[in-house]
């Protein structure tokens, strides 16, 4: 019989707020020379109306045996929040300062694409563009490159359109 190892916590939304959130995950060493440092992978999550809120109860299905760090983007009208968290135990830490992040808001006045990453079939991956208005993932079309013999992925981003991309990096790196 199969046992399902994992940890769930639950964020309340309040009305016009849509939170995500993803784990953070360190590559290992023996696969740093063709991988990023850093994969994210977005955190499922199941959702219960409460009048005018969201209760949001999301699941790390491999937590480490140390801790997982974890960051938190909550949508809202016209701006995105950040913030980090540590998953230790059984408890959510979340920071009381915001933790400096660079991002960008990507928008453009003509259809373009955002092309050439490694795909990666279970879902981590060093960067993430999403859509502010629903706070889903833009999805990537899938191409073999001929070239490096590799399934690479791409993103067509509508003109007049915002969006919200990231990426995790060391502090050392520009």
Do not use: W
Request: charged fraction near 35%; glycine fraction near 2%.
């Amino acid at each position: 019989m199969e046992t399902i190892e994992g940890k769930h916590f639950s964020i309340t939304d309040p009305e016009g707020v849509n939170t995500v959130i993803y784990q953070i995950n360190k590559t290992e060493k023996e696969f740093l020379k063709d991988s990023p440092k850093y994969t994210i992978e977005r955190l499922d999550f199941m959702e219960e109306i409460r009048g005018n809120m969201k209760r949001k109860t999301f699941f790390v299905d491999k937590p480490s045996k140390e801790e997982d760090q974890l960051i938190i983007l909550s949508f809202g009208k016209d701006k995105v929040i950040v913030n980090m968290a540590l998953l230790k135990e059984n408890e959510v830490s979340i920071c009381k300062k915001p933790v400096p992040l660079k991002f960008d808001n990507l928008y453009q006045e003509y259809e373009y694409e955002i092309k050439d990453f490694k795909y990666t079939p279970n879902l981590k991956r060093p960067m993430c563009i999403i859509d502010p208005e629903t706070a889903e993932e833009v999805k990537p079309t899938l191409y073999f490159d001929e070239e490096t013999n590799e399934v690479k992925g791409k993103c067509k981003l509508k003109p007049y359109k915002s969006y919200f991309a990231f990426e995790i990096r060391d502090k050392k790196e520009n």
